[in-house]
């Protein structure tokens, strides 16, 4: 028992009831075939939410979900396309976007882009066929994330669809035999196209796109045309890209048209896909300001004295702002919480990146407060921060290795670059719009307005839209219809057409929009196709939460490197000066670089914490400034239940964030328990210098002499690995393989832990060789795939867990 502490039992129990109701409800009803109700059908739910699978005897509409059948139904079209995704941070929904746009030009066949989450998707297994004069062609765009999962709105179908065999193998699984709720015939003439998007460092590549695209077979569906696969590792455009014509051709074939896509399509105007609408007797509070919310706009009130938690916090600006709110809210995705910045700072500043470049490039100009201009270097300062996010009193909860997810805010300065690129005064700026589907564009049925309105057009560029986003080549066609000059239109068409040109002048240089509309000048874009059809949405950014929630339950820790760097660009032949080829320019990541702007801010004194928009502080307010829309993304990387196992941990760079938090718990742990009998806590620690980007020193070595002091007992160990120090290269790789006798005594014989989290490309394959070389030498494996099968098999067991990003 002193092995379990309050947490544990609670968790216990919590499986207790749920295995009781599990039996109750699910395993006795005996039912092995789906049930499916009408459409309008609604059957009592009796097992908590959540617990009841779409496909079991309880009818989907339990779950509150849209009918797609009757949406089809309503379109009364016999051919339609329809185009599910599962994304995360937008590339496949975009890319369904896409498919779809050109299906409506292409075969003017009406098509509709969903999100599974928000559909009965048990409505499949009763799609109508060709006998009922339907073709009905459904789309699946599928990411893969972590050890081969699919993406958090598509868990639910994934988890029903492959009913508990998607973890097999990455080609859609061995069939094992149990229990299958769908009939093998369950989606006999369904027909289907599949686009997997992954990345090939990963191990599980494309494995969802894969497995779905198997399954979907074995229950009678038939595929369209070859299964699509995009690697984000090298070109996900180009793969998707070299994939659509032969996608469009078997749907021309699957449908029966002519397609009617490249013939004159470049002298047909563009027909917008959203129009603005006037926002007339619009009140202040039903304006959008920034917010993600589903619903309506939300405001806030400054706390009272003596509210709960009501605090001041370190850096004075801690006056505190409670959300108005009529009822509960439990934040997700869709609903973020907005977590006030407690503190915010700086890990180091000083160590700079360098870029030498070719003197036939005109340079950026000097002394910017952040880069150094040398003849042809630029140098770059380097930022690391620690940000605190306040969730106290949001009903959020967080586990010791999980994710954040937060949405970032555009610089200024960007978005004036392009507001006078485009024209826009600050009165257009301000101006409260509201966009919505045209109905002269094929496509308007589908079109989701991409972010809440009504809002104006400058929190629609600052807050909604990703002004760094490259733009793609199907753009440049768009805005090539709104060129005046005909030599800037040709070369526009040109590059949207000609990978080759592309690639070196606007991929590579990471052209966004503002920098296009610099290099041709002639564009005249409405405001309407920027705002619907130019910027993708802001992604949510995820940070592996570096703080642990047995120590700080009520706030969340993010550990951001400032991502800044110099790129040259060229320019297309007609804008080449004085013989120079192009330009340099400076590239800043927007979330990074937006969390710098808050701590300078912050750390600026801008000691009342204002809003926004400077809105009465007596009324309600739009989002207060310091205030983060943020939610809690659980992973699988956690610490062992049983503290006494051995735990190695390898996180070079800010790989280290989600160690911070599991040596900070461990050591909280020994140090206020210390009849737990914490087993051994080894880090594995990379970065350039110990003088200069070695992030949260102070506070391992304060750690570390807790526990030489006697202090703490704790065996715990911070191997360091310096990249450019003292002459020498080491990496974190090398310090593992130099102690690897302990390392494999832990792993091999003390049932240890392995996590590794950083830089998916290199650093995690190098680590992982490693740890194989070590079952070679000192585990006495026969082999090196013997080896290799039992550091495979740390995986399966879930001792062996990657938190990784290339
Ligand atoms: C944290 C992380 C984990 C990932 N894991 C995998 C993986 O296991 N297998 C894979 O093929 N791709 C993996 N990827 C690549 C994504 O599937 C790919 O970037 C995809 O384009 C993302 O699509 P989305 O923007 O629609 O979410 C991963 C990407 C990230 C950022």
Redesign the pocket.
């Given at each position: 028992m002193a092995l379990l502490d309050t947490t544990d039992i609670i968790i216990l129990t919590v499986i207790a009831i749920l295995t009781a109701v599990y039996i109750r409800y699910f395993k006795d009803s005996g039912s092995k075939t789906v049930t499916v109700g009408g459409a309008g059908s609604v059957a009592a739910s009796s097992g908590p939410a959540g617990s009841v699978k779409p496909g079991s005897a309880e009818s989907p509409r339990a779950y509150g979900k849209k009918s797609i059948l009757k949406k089809l139904q309503a379109l009364d079209h016999p051919s339609q396309l329809i185009l599910f995704?599962?994304?995360?941070?937008?590339?496949?929904?975009?890319l369904a976007t896409r498919i779809a746009k050109d299906t409506t030009t292409h075969f003017n066949i009406p098509t509709l882009i969903c999100d599974p989450e928000e559909y009965d998707m048990t409505e499949l297994t009763r799609w109508p066929g060709e006998a009922e004069g339907k073709k009905w062609l459904c789309g699946f765009?599928m990411?893969?994330?972590?050890?081969?999962?699919p993406?958090d709105n598509v868990v639910e179908f994934y988890d029903w669809i492959m009913a508990g065999k998607g973890k097999g193998e990455d080609d859609g699984g061995q069939d094992d035999g149990g229990d299958d709720p769908l009939e093998d015939d369950a989606l006999d003439g369904f027909k289907y196209i599949v686009f997997?998007?992954?990345?090939?460092t990963?191990?599980?590549?494309?494995?969802i796109g894969r497995r779905l695209d198997k399954r979907l077979k074995s229950l009678g569906g038939v595929r369209i045309g070859e299964r699509g696969e995009?690697?984000?590792d090298a070109s996900?455009e180009e793969d998707f890209l070299a994939w659509k014509p032969s996608i469009l051709a078997a749907m021309a074939e699957y449908f029966n048209v002519e397609d009617a896509g490249s013939i004159g399509q470049r002298d047909k105007p563009h027909v917008p896909l959203f129009e603005i609408a006037p926002a007339t007797n619009i009140s202040q509070a039903q304006v959008f300001w920034g917010e993600y919310s589903a619903g309506k706009p939300r405001r806030w009130q400054k706390a009272q004295d003596g509210e709960e938690d009501y605090e001041m916090v370190d850096s004075g600006v801690g006056e505190k702002f409670v959300e108005v709110r009529s009822r509960k809210i439990a934040y997700d995705a869709k609903h973020p919480h907005y977590g006030r910045i407690l503190t915010s700072k700086p890990l180091f500043i000083d160590v700079h990146d360098e870029y030498t470049f070719d003197n036939t490039y005109h340079m950026p100009r000097a002394g910017h407060k952040r880069y150094l201009v040398e003849n042809t270097k630029v140098r770059i300062e380097r930022h690391c921060l620690h940000v605190d996010l306040d969730i106290s009193g949001s009903g959020l909860k967080y586990e010791t290795g999980d994710h954040v997810g937060v949405w970032p805010v555009n610089d200024e300065e960007h978005l004036m670059r392009l507001a006078k690129a485009l024209g826009l005064t600050e009165e257009e700026l301000d101006k409260v719009v509201i966009l919505k589907p045209n109905k002269q564009n094929m496509a308007a049925e589908s079109a989701k307005v991409p972010f809440p309105v009504p809002c104006t057009v400058r929190t629609a560029l600052l807050h909604y839209l990703d002004l760094a986003a490259i733009v793609k080549q199907y753009q440049l066609e768009i805005l090539a219809k709104y060129c005046k000059d005909t030599a800037e239109r040709d070369l526009l068409f040109e590059l949207a057409d000609n990978r080759e040109l592309y690639v070196p002048l606007i991929e590579r240089s990471r052209k966004d929009l503002a920098d296009v509309l610099d290099v041709f000048q002639s564009i005249e874009v409405p405001i309407a196709v920027v705002l619907g059809e130019l910027l993708p949405r802001i992604?949510v950014r995820?940070y592996s939460i570096s703080s642990s929630s047995k120590e700080e339950p009520n706030h969340v820790g993010v550990t951001a490197v400032m991502v800044r760097y110099a790129l040259p660009s060229q320019f297309p032949s007609h804008r080449v000066k004085d013989g120079k080829e192009g330009n340099v320019v400076v590239k800043q990541g927007i979330a990074t670089s937006w969390l710098q702007r808050l701590h300078e801010a912050r750390s600026g004194l801008e000691a009342e914490a204002g809003v926004l928009n400077n809105h009465s502080e007596t009324e309600p307010i739009p989002i207060p400034k310091f205030y983060l829309p943020l939610y809690i993304r659980t992973s699988n990387f956690k610490l062992p239940r049983n503290p006494r196992l051995p735990v190695v941990m390898v996180g070079p760079g800010t790989g280290v964030a989600p160690f911070r938090a599991f040596v900070r718990e461990r050591y909280h742990l020994a140090s206020t328990s210390p009849e737990m009998k914490v087993g051994p806590t080894w880090l594995f620690y990379g970065c350039r210098h110990p003088d200069k980007d070695f992030l949260y020193r102070a506070e391992f070595e304060a750690m570390e002499k807790g526990v030489a002091s006697g202090q703490v007992d704790l065996d715990l160990k911070v191997f360091k690995a310096y990249s450019r120090y003292e002459g020498k290269k080491v990496y974190v790789q090398h310090m593992v393989r130099d102690n690897g006798k302990d390392v494999w005594k832990m792993m091999g014989e003390m049932g240890g832990y392995f996590y590794v989290c950083g830089d998916?490309k290199h650093m995690a394959h190098d680590v992982q060789n490693a740890l194989t070389e070590l079952a070679l030498k000192f585990g006495g494996m026969a082999s090196e795939d013997k080896a290799k099968a039992w550091v495979k098999d740390l995986r399966t067991k879930g001792r062996y867990l990657e938190?990784?990003?290339?």
């Open positions: 995704y599962g994304s995360q941070t937008g590339t496949a929904e975009d765009f990411a893969t994330y972590g050890e081969g999962e993406t997997g998007l992954g990345n090939k990963y191990e599980h590549y494309n494995a995009g690697d984000d996900m992604a995820y998916a938190d990784v990003w290339s």
